[in-house]
Each structure stands twice: as structure tokens, then as C-alpha cells.
């Protein structure tokens, strides 16, 4: 664990937390009258959160064009009295709330992107208790959470002994490769940030455990031709499809779970024409750095084999195919475990059940992924209510009777991180 963070995150009390080794500089009980406020100004304002989260999902944030969603979540920021929201250089939204300077920094985030493309329909449709659009879970919970959280400091007045640092990032799915956790971490904030709080989806789950991956683009090139007239030419398509063939054989552990998908296709030029080009997009995850390169190198050779397989089927023909792969994104893994006895598990767990939320801690890959990476205590939750479908046109959301459990979750996670001042 992060030796810098056990010295100075405040412990919580033994009446709901059991012992842990840290030095102590003020206790923060679920009873807390400033938390009891908080938790019921979030429950009475419920529907202004779930409006927050419907209201964003209807702002297109595809890949790499999280623009538009982002100076929203800057303009609503602002309205809650935080005016030095600012966007940094790769498109995060910031906000800092300063405390009294004796405690932690803590940044908590929800990311503004979605897997969808640009085009995609993202009217929210309302069915009774549900909520169904692409992206209303994966991460508008999220961005609706944060944004309770934000109302919920500045409305109470809650004076925190650290800083809290409120963000909604970009990069976190597909080819974003993290840049926006990259740009906090290793620039605007490297050494800075005492502990992160991830909120990704709905439910009451704590990922614990980083799932690394690898992603690729691999592209086939050769010379292509006629169909007829080049009869004989090795094609592009073929060499991937042999490779596709190749790497569905592979075999993977179970434990530790480890995959392998090919995304996305593309090539050719026409029906009547032997491909030129093809490509297809890989995705390769692990918990275990071990056996993600072991996966690795068996996925290349699998791509190696098929290239050959394809360039021998012809030998005729002074043509080949080529093969390239370029890096699409690499997700590290935690560099320590984090455990259900790691503080700032344990502290997620408890503050859960105070709550009234059900909680386990599972693995994943997440923005969490890179300040694990470095050390840093990292956790990702779920947003509280109940989802389904994420990834997918049916997405979608229901808060449910405790829907409002999840923000006070997040708010009470990142007050016992941070510590309360007491003047």
C-alpha cells in the first residue's frame, strides 16, 4: 500500500469500522449530524440526480468527442458554486474544493465517453421505473453521482480537512487508452492525489482488482486484384480470416480469468475484387500480467501462422501479404492487491453497509486502472440503482427504492477519505 496514504487518510471510528493501522487524526461516524444532513438533502433531491443522469445520456459523447457532454458537466458544476471548473488539455473536466489543508487529496470521477459511435441515437426512452438509452448507465450514473456529490459538499457546507477534487474524464472506453486518467496522473496531478474513487455504471459493486489489457489493430496489406483476372493472388481478407480461425482455438485459464475477443472487422474494396487490406481490432484482458503477455505472444503467433498459411496456399504468386500491429491501448494492471482488508476497500465495504447497500468487491477494467498502476489507492463503485445492457443499444436504468443510496455512498466514501474539519 501507499505508505504516504496510510499516514494521513483520517480512520473512522470502531462503532463502524473495524481497526485499522492508521494513524488516527479524527474520527468520522455514519452518525456524524453533517453526514445525517447530507444523506437526507441527497434522498430529498433524488429526482433532481436522476434528471442530472437523463439529461446528460441526451448529450452525444462518442469516442474521442466528449466535447459536447463536457461543457455541460463544466456548466453544472459551475452552477453548483464550484466557479473554478476549468477543461485541461485533453478534454477533463476539473474542480477543486480546497480544505483546510490537513488532510488527503482525494479525486473522485465519473467518465464523460461512451463505446457509441457518432450518429447514435441517445434520446432517453421512459418505460415506467426505467430509463433506456445508449450510455444512461455507463457513465451518466456516474456523472450524476459526482454531481450529488458536489451539491452535497457545497450545499451542506461540509468543510473537509483535505481537498476534493471532482472530475469527468475522457478516454475511459475502447480506444481512449485512458488518456484522461494518463493527463491527471502523470501531469497536472503526478504525486499529488492521495486516493481515487472511480464511479462507473449502476449497482453497489467495488472494483478492487485492476484487469490489465492488451488492444491491437492488426492490418493485413497486399497488392490485391481482379477477382478472375487475379485469380491467384493472396488476399488480405483470407490471411485474417485464417488468423480469426487461429485465435478462436486459443486456450486461456480460467483462473486467473483471463480473454480474448477480435472486435471489429473491416477491408476489401468490392465483392469482385481480391482484398488489398484488412483489419481487425483484438482486446486481450487479464488479471495476471504473466498470462496477458503469455496471451499476447500466443495471439501473435496465431496472426503469424495464418499470414504464412495464406502466403503458402499460393505459391504461384510472387505477391505476399503483410501483417502490422499497431497499439490500439494498454491497460496496466495494479501494481499492489488490493484486498477486502486494503484500507480503502474495507472503508468502501463498511460505508456501504451503512448505507443499506449489499457490496462485493470484484475485477475490472476501469480509469481506476492507472492510479493502481502507480500505487495510488484506487477503487471504482457502482452508481447505486439497478442496470443492465451496457455496451449495447438496451442499456438501461432503474433507480429503484434506494437509488439515492448510491450518491450517499460515494459522498460518505470520500468523506471518510478526506476527513471533515472541525473548526
Known amino acids: 500500500m501507499n505508505i504516504r496514504f496510510v499516514r494521513r487518510i483520517p480512520a473512522l471510528v470502531t462503532m463502524w469500522l473495524v481497526p485499522i493501522t492508521l494513524c488516527a487524526q479524527q474520527s468520522l461516524p455514519a452518525s456524524d449530524p453533517v453526514v445525517l444532513r447530507a444523506f437526507a438533502a441527497i434522498k430529498a433531491g433524488n429526482a433532481w440526480t436522476l434528471a442530472q443522469q437523463v439529461s446528460l445520456?441526451?448529450?452525444?459523447?462518442?469516442?474521442?468527442?466528449?466535447?459536447?457532454?463536457?461543457?455541460?458537466?463544466r456548466r453544472r458544476l459551475i452552477a453548483l458554486g464550484y466557479a473554478n471548473t476549468r477543461i485541461d488539455a485533453v478534454g477533463n473536466v476539473v474542480a477543486e474544493r480546497a480544505g483546510s489543508g490537513t488532510g488527503p487529496t482525494v479525486m473522485i470521477a465519473g467518465h464523460l465517453d461512451t463505446v457509441f459511435p457518432e450518429g447514435t441515437a441517445v434520446k432517453v426512452k421512459h418505460d415506467g421505473a426505467r430509463y433506456s438509452a445508449p450510455g444512461i448507465g455507463d457513465d451518466c450514473r456516474g456523472l450524476a453521482v459526482v454531481l450529488a456529490v458536489a451539491k452535497a459538499l457545497t450545499d451542506g457546507h461540509i468543510k473537509t480537512a483535505g481537498k476534493v477534487i471532482l472530475v469527468g474524464d475522457v478516454g475511459e472506453?475502447?480506444?481512449?487508452?485512458?488518456?484522461?486518467?494518463?493527463?491527471?496522473?502523470?501531469?497536472?496531478?503526478?504525486?499529488?492525489?492521495?486516493?481515487?474513487?472511480?464511479?462507473?455504471?449502476?449497482?453497489?459493486?467495488?472494483?478492487?482488482?485492476?484487469?490489465?489489457?492488451?488492444?491491437?489493430?492488426?492490418?493485413?496489406?497486399?497488392?490485391?486484384?481482379?477477382?478472375?483476372?487475379?485469380?491467384?493472388t493472396p488476399s488480405a481478407i483470407h490471411a485474417m480470416g485464417r488468423a480469426i480461425a487461429n485465435i478462436s482455438d486459443l486456450q486461456v485459464p480460467a483462473s486467473p480469468k483471463t480473454t480474448f475477443t477480435v472486435g471489429t472487422v473491416s477491408g476489401g474494396t468490392s465483392v469482385n475484387s481480391i482484398a488489398g487490406?484488412?483489419?481487425?481490432?483484438?482486446?486481450?484482458?487479464?488479471?495476471?500480467?504473466?498470462?496477458?503477455?503469455?496471451?499476447?505472444?500466443a495471439l501473435r503467433g496465431a496472426v503469424t501462422s495464418a499470414l504464412r498459411a495464406e502466403n503458402a496456399r499460393w505459391p504461384a504468386s510472387s505477391a505476399r501479404i503483410t501483417v502490422k500491429f499497431d497499439t490500439i491501448g494498454i491497460r496496466p494492471l495494479g501494481r499492489t492487491v488490493q484486498t477486502d482488508d486494503t484500507p480503502i476497500v474495507r472503508t468502501a465495504l463498511e460505508a456501504a453497509r451503512q448505507v443499506g447497500l449489499v457490496s462485493r468487491t470484484t475485477a475490472s477494467s476501469t480509469d481506476a486502472n492507472l492510479p493502481m498502476s502507480l500505487g495510488i489507492p484506487a477503487i471504482t463503485i457502482s452508481g447505486g440503482g439497478m442496470g443492465d445492457g451496457a455496451h449495447s443499444p438496451r442499456e438501461w436504468y432503474e433507480d429503484g427504492p434506494d437509488g439515492y443510496k448510491g450518491p450517499q455512498w460515494a459522498l460518505l466514501i470520500v468523506l471518510a477519505l478526506v476527513g471533515v474539519h472541525r473548526s
Not at 492488451?214 to 481482379?226: D, I, K, L, M, Q
Not at 484488412?278 to 484482458?285: F, K, W
Request: proline share 4%.
Open 57 to 73: 445520456c441526451e448529450i452525444p459523447a462518442p469516442p474521442f468527442k466528449e466535447q459536447l457532454r463536457g461543457l455541460e458537466f
Open 173 to 232: 472506453e475502447g480506444q481512449g487508452n485512458l488518456r484522461g486518467m494518463h493527463q491527471l496522473f502523470e501531469h497536472e496531478y503526478a504525486g499529488k492525489i492521495d486516493a481515487f474513487v472511480s464511479v462507473d455504471d449502476a449497482g453497489s459493486s467495488i472494483v478492487n482488482r485492476a484487469v490489465g489489457s492488451h488492444r491491437y489493430t492488426v492490418r493485413f496489406s497486399g497488392p490485391g486484384g481482379h477477382s478472375y483476372g487475379a485469380f491467384g
Open 277 to 297: 487490406n484488412a483489419a481487425m481490432d483484438v482486446d486481450m484482458r487479464s488479471e495476471s500480467a504473466d498470462e496477458l503477455d503469455r496471451l499476447d505472444v
